[in-house]
């Protein structure tokens, strides 16, 4: 019967060095640097897509409100939509502003702007070719300044929603 050494020889491998251990906590802090540098991005990511449904919200708001005025030729002639006279300009009907630009929503919104301009299409030459006196094309744009990857505001992007409304 053999009996083993209870000290280890020269040829036994159980246990790791000091410079084993040295190298795994390299590697790990490698890698977990890695991640860490990571997570500002993915941030910056979310909060991108969280502002862009946002601005996407705000703007289908919006358009609903416009879906909702008015404009008939019958049983009296009714223009609760307007017309923009100029492309940088909002809308209106007779001397008054239908939808005012709003520069700045209300809470918890105060980040976003919000534009309407309405188009009408009896040329044509703006409503993708379609010429029709009783057809305008609306136009809602929300603009916001997302935050870029250090964390600070960006350079403004836009959301944009546009359908054509016809008269009642």
């Given at each position: 019967?053999?009996?083993r050494a209870?000290?280890?020889?020269?040829?036994?491998?159980?246990?790791?060095?000091?410079?084993?251990?040295?190298?795994?906590?390299?590697?790990?802090?490698?890698?977990?640097?890695?991640?860490?540098?990571?997570?500002?991005?993915?941030?910056?990511?979310?909060?991108?897509?969280?502002?862009?449904?946002?601005?996407?919200?705000?703007?289908?708001?919006?358009?609903?409100?416009?879906?909702?005025?008015?404009?008939?030729?019958?049983?009296?002639?009714?223009?609760?939509?307007?017309?923009?006279?100029?492309p940088?300009?909002?809308?209106?009907?007779?001397?008054?502003?239908?939808?005012?630009?709003?520069?700045?929503?209300?809470?918890?919104?105060?980040?976003?702007?919000?534009?309407?301009?309405?188009?009408d299409?009896?040329?044509?030459?703006?409503?993708?070719?379609?010429?029709?006196?009783?057809?305008r094309?609306?136009?809602?744009?929300?603009?916001?300044?997302?935050?870029?990857?250090?964390?600070g505001?960006?350079?403004?992007?836009?959301?944009?929603?546009?359908?054509?409304?016809?008269?009642?």
């Amino acid at each position: 019967m053999r009996t083993r050494a209870l000290a280890p020889t020269v040829g036994d491998r159980r246990g790791i060095t000091l410079v084993e251990v040295v190298v795994a906590v390299g590697i790990i802090t490698v890698g977990l640097s890695a991640l860490l540098a990571a997570v500002p991005l993915a941030a910056y990511g979310t909060r991108e897509g969280y502002q862009l449904s946002t601005a996407t919200f705000l703007a289908n708001e919006r358009l609903e409100q416009v879906r909702n005025a008015r404009w008939q030729s019958e049983p009296r002639p009714v223009d609760e939509l307007g017309v923009s006279p100029a492309p940088t300009s909002a809308p209106e009907s007779g001397a008054a502003t239908t939808f005012a630009d709003e520069a700045a929503l209300p809470a918890p919104y105060g980040d976003y702007a919000r534009a309407v301009r309405i188009i009408d299409c009896g040329s044509g030459a703006e409503c993708g070719g379609i010429a029709k006196s009783d057809l305008r094309q609306v136009t809602i744009t929300v603009t916001y300044r997302p935050m870029n990857g250090v964390g600070g505001a960006g350079v403004a992007k836009a959301a944009a929603v546009t359908t054509l409304i016809a008269k009642r």
